[in-house]
């Protein structure tokens, strides 16, 4: 699990305000659709995966969010109805109109 | 497949031109296909303005109508998969309107469109010893891919879409459950990729965090 206390040990809090090479966990998970899309620059990209790296709790995050990708993909509503009898009526008086 | 042929449920071989002179010429075969491929998806994309299955069912009928009455007058301005997906939900505002009238006042959620991903107090705050970085971390689902696909969580999945902004809405079904491109959503709903991808984003992450709420609700 994900522990500052020893994972990120050596860096006073104050860093990860100033340091730019570094996204936060609160920075990350804004990140997380264009990381699935394919649209971070390659500086950004780098900085998710190598957070990626160090944090588990992110790494929940992603997975879930790909849990929510996938059952929402699931719901797809493959049944089909008839079309109503008046707007079959409607289509054969237009073919009669043509005729 | 471009998005016009996506919404109109058309063949990759049949092209507009196709489409509209069948329809005007009243020809039930084609009509039919149609019909049944774009089923699934108008009566998806209607199902996120008004409550019941029923009512979806009636806004993909009435769109129909419209498209099969109006076929005349469309003059080819704008791809034949945009106009009738504008009928769509041009016929499922005015339906949703209609219902909302008589829904109580509570029954409708504000549009949160500029809401973080994640409830900001779950970050420590900036006095706190890692600012930014989780104070109340996600918990992994357990078997997520079975457990999402109970009856319930279907149910709560449904709900998490119904509470959606429009926009965040017609995006994630467009894109997540219908499965089109981003570029054909791009194309449907005239906007950019960027637009596109943080509308995309707050929704997915609001459905996100109310399954949290679901599953860890369960376990607790």
Known sequence: ?99 | MPADQAIAGAPAAMSDEHIVAALRAGDERTFRELFERSYPMMKRVARGYVASDAVAEEIVQDTWMAIVTGIERFEGRSALGTWMFSILTNQAKTHGARERRALPFSSITPADVEAPAVDPDRFQRDDQAWPGHWATPPRPWQKPERRLLSLEAREQLKEALAQLPERQRLIVVLRDIEGLSAEEVCDLLRLSQENQRVLLHRGRSRVRALLEEYLDGADA
């Open chain 1, 1 to 99: 699990m994900h522990n500052p206390g020893s994972r990120h040990d050596g860096h006073p809090a104050s860093d990860f305000s100033v340091a730019a090479d570094e996204v936060t966990c609160q920075q990350f998970v804004e990140l997380v659709t264009d990381y699935f899309e394919d649209a971070l620059p390659p500086r950004a990209l780098s900085h998710v995966e190598e957070h990626l790296v160090m944090c588990d709790w992110c790494l929940t995050y992603v997975e879930q969010m790909q849990a929510t990708v996938d059952s929402l993909r699931k719901l797809k509503d493959r049944s089909s109805r008839e079309p109503s009898d008046s707007l079959l009526a409607t289509l054969r008086a237009k073919k009669a109109a043509g005729e």
